[in-house]
């Protein structure tokens, strides 16, 4: 009678013992989909009380399934960190399955800091060069679609993309590890800056026709050329660009792979044109993607930043920039451009369609458009004694122009024919990258478990412990600049896992727990 007893209890135990898992994993179903913060922080307690291993955690986490989807390009809409609402597009291929990982591209246009969105979003990702490549290579396409207030270097568009990505990755099967960004022009600028202060989440950049300073010039963001080290970028450049040409482009990207940067870069004949050298280059970015998947877990990490908020790559984070002096090695890596191209001065309407070019903006710096006083509103008409009739006819009139040279502008105006008279400002010389603040620099190494730490101004960091690159049931044994900080296991924590997965999105990286060092 008694056996039979302690059989019942043992059998209610392993009933509630698998109601119990269950539980949990209902609520990370739940969980998973989502996007209640206070729904999420419930559910997160819930699943951390129940108790469930980490590799359990870990393993549903990782075998997400995703609903099937309509191929080719989908309009949606998505609310931005400063409560506008902003079109952005995913181009779905005829070969996605949503039972096989895909790879991901996220494609940045030009033109980020007009005040008017695009027209017709889902045309501009039909008709895009990368679209054909990507329905060739079986690509998911991300087009996020940015403005004057929401650029690829300001704070909201940054989100923006940051949480588009996520997006994504919460509706679609992504491979966390081949997730790269694209972009021409103002976006080209982005991938450089994104490589430098954002790169966790890629395998690789792209960037076309774009320079690396900007998101430092017109951002204010502190970029650092070493940073470059941890991802690849593919550079491209050509010689006739109006904005960017190769013959000034090219001192930067050598300045950059002097200081280590992993910087591909090829420079072509031509404007400022992406489909003068798309169909000789796509095949071989294409290539190059192929061989840069993420190595998620590198043996190596080399960073640099001045603010915090940019302290993150892979599995080390800065968290704070000490006074300290610098480190022999700490040295600044940047280089003086002279810039001697021809520029008015303006952001043109796009929504404009009558004859002439409309402005839609004048820039703040000082150019010919401050110096003659070109307002919004004005349509471009002539040029000295060229008819200006549409945006190519202003660029053919720029070509023959050079710093120095005196210029009248014929605008209508308010219905109203006025001359505008005054000279282009002379050739400037300026740092690539500002330098505004002091910055904090990390050399790291890991081998087996034990990480080695070179800090220059660092006054915390962070390490992001991940199963499959440390073994938990041994000590983890960090050293900063030859000093024994920690030397014990490492315990995995749920909640810790369950927050940085919905940050993140990213089942590659699904971080078991995080050790935190200060000085």
Partial sequence: MKAHRYTAILLVCLIWVCVAHAGWRDDLDKLIITQSRLEQDKLTKNIVKASPNWWEVTSYTGSLQFPGVETGPALKWTTCVDGKRRPYVVYVPSSYSPLEPTPLMVVLHGGASSTALAEDPEGYAREHEFTKLAEKEGWLLLFPFGQYGATWWDQVGMANIHNLVRTVKREYNVDDDRVWMEGFSDGGSAAFLHAMVAPTDYAAFVALNGHMGVGSL???????????????????????????????????????????????????????????????????????????????????????????????????????????GLAPWHTDHNVVLVDSTVIIGFVHDDSYEGRGVKVDRVVEEETLARRVGLQSGDVIIKGNATDIGSLDDLSDFKTGLKRGDMVELTVE???????????????????????????????????????????????????????????????????????????????????????????????????????????
């Fill in 218 to 324: 017109d951002g204010d963001l502190p970029l650092y050329a070493p940073n470059f080290f941890n991802t690849p970028v593919y550079a491209v450049t050509t010689d006739r660009d109006r904005l960017y040409p190769s013959k000034m482009m090219r001192r930067s990207i050598e300045m950059a792979q002097k200081a280590g940067g992993k910087i591909f870069y090829r420079e072509h004949e031509g404007g400022h044109r992406l489909s003068a050298y798309a169909d000789k280059e796509l095949p071989l970015i294409s290539t190059f993607l192929d061989r840069h998947r993420r190595d998620p877990f590198p043996a190596e990490i080399i960073w640099e930043t001045a603010d915090p908020k940019f302290g993150l790559c892979r599995w080390f984070a800065i968290d704070e920039v000490s006074s300290g």
């Fill in 413 to 519: 105006r308010e219905g109203q024919r006025i001359k505008l008279r005054g000279a282009i400002p002379e050739p400037e010389s300026y740092y690539v990258f500002k330098r505004e603040k002091p910055s904090a620099m990390a050399r790291v190494r890991a081998s087996a478990n034990r990480i080695d730490v070179e800090t220059s101004s660092v006054g915390a960091f962070r390490i992001l412990v991940h199963p499959d690159m440390f073994r938990l049931e041994q000590n983890l044994i960090i050293r900063v600049n030859g000093q024994v900080v920690h030397d014990k296991p490492v315990k995995p924590d749920i909640e810790f896992l369950l927050r940085n997965f919905l940050e993140n999105r990213d089942r590659k990286l699904l971080y078991v727990a995080e050790v935190k060092v200060q000085f």
